[in-house]
């Protein structure tokens, strides 16, 4: 009988990724999917580490799933990801009825690890070496990343998709468990890529986005030549089924001149650059070790009005990082106002043990003034996101279709013409009513009304040429 699978995912469009190639693997291995923990023999969390909320939630899960591991002892519960090579033994002295614990550099092994633990070798540990614990040769082999498996049913649509084309972080900010937690920064070999990318377009995907922890620096060495990301991005860019090639997440030191005029002249590469700034002080970035200054981030942003005016960038921002002054945070929002970024995702900071700045600065920020300075920033965000989505009102844009809106699925609304929705080139949301048929097309949708986060439009006629419809990349 087909083992039953059930997988849930928490934190960031690599865990999105992992999840979708560990289903490919245990399916191979005899699995099926299903989505209720009551019908399945294997419930695994893919889980995130990199704030406090996050582990809290996968705690609170575990608590949740107690009772159903009582209940059925036989079951297996396993927890993956970012957590687990964190936590480790941890993770089993709060949860120990816990079957299995992989990192996300052993996620490879997950269908030999399942069947030792199906022998009654229970529990299973299965976590890259840290980053002190032998050669560098040996630390980057024990965070290898999978073999092209992958599973079109795990994608929120089928004409999308996540492709890696990096493992890992040295940059060492000091808030961030990621070079710990998915350990030295490798590119995968670009060949590999090509192939991967061939296999998803054969699948029905039109975008690829092309994931790193800092995806920019992106560099492969081999036989006397070496490719960077402008270099893979043009052979990724002859692939016929591909309409929209997309990259995160970027690093400002490296957004290269090469890079901008790179995604500039290539039709298919989508002029959305997410590029986190994280602190307007360069006494904030100096403690987080980020590694520029404000400064070399302003003139970053330059190049890219020089050479890409119609581009949308995105941040991110970290408030209340220790030793943020009123000065500091006032900073902050003066960057945002010059900047005027598309949107920005904005968190409270969350000590994070094993980070320098857990172990050298002190969380002396109280929680409310936290509370306070991510609500400002989310309000300023919010309304330059509203005036900037303004300029489209009376427009007409390209939107990649991706399927009904989350208004029409929460609805469960049915019928010949839903809500749907897409994305234009920049990566701004449209919704707008049309029948299902047309997820997966490239189609021009006239902007009606805005919101912050969202465009509303209205199909236009899908019979005019092309060139009769003037398209405005937002």
Known sequence: MQKRLYIQTVGCQMNVLDSEMVVAALRQAGYGLTHSVEAADTVLLNTCSVRQHAEDKVYSLLGQLRTWKRAHPDRVLGVLGCMAQKEQERLLDRAPFVDLIVGPGQLCRIAQLLAAVAAGERPQLAVSLARTAGPRAAIRRSHETFDPLRDPTMRPTPFQAY??????????????????????????????????????????????????????????????????????????????????????TNYPRDMTPRLLETVRDLPKCSPYLHVPLQSGSNAVLSRMKRGYTVEQYREMMHRIWDLLPGAAVSSDFIVGFPGETDEDFQQTVT????????????????????????????DDVPDAVKQARNR??????????????????????EVLVEGPSKESRRRGAEGPILQLTGRTPCDRIVVFDGPLRH?????????????PHTLVGRLQPVSVPPDLVQLQHG
């Open 376 to 397: 400002e920033l989310l309000v300023l965000q919010d309304a330059i996101s509203l005036e900037d989505n303004r300029r489209f009102l009376d427009t007409t844009v």
């Open 335 to 362: 960057a945002v106002r010059e900047f005027r970024f598309k949107n920005s995702f904005i968190f409270k900071y969350s000590e994070r043990a094993g980070t320098k700045a857990a172990e050298r600065l002190r």
């Open 163 to 248: 492709l890696r084309i990096q493992i890992g972080c040295d940059k060492f900010c000091t808030y961030c468990v990621v070079p710990m937690t998915r350990g030295p920064e490798q590119g995968r070999p670009p060949d590999d890529i090509l192939r991967e990318a061939r296999v998803l377009a054969d699948q029905g995907c039109r975008e690829i986005t092309l994931l790193g922890q800092t995806v920019n620096s992106y560099r492969y060495d081999q036989d006397g030549r070496s490719t960077c990301l402008a270099d893979l991005l043009e052979r990724l860019h002859e692939i016929d089924a591909l309409a929209r090639l997309k990259f995160v």
């Open 439 to 451: 997820a997966g097309a490239l189609l021009p949708v006239h902007i009606l009304d805005t919101t």
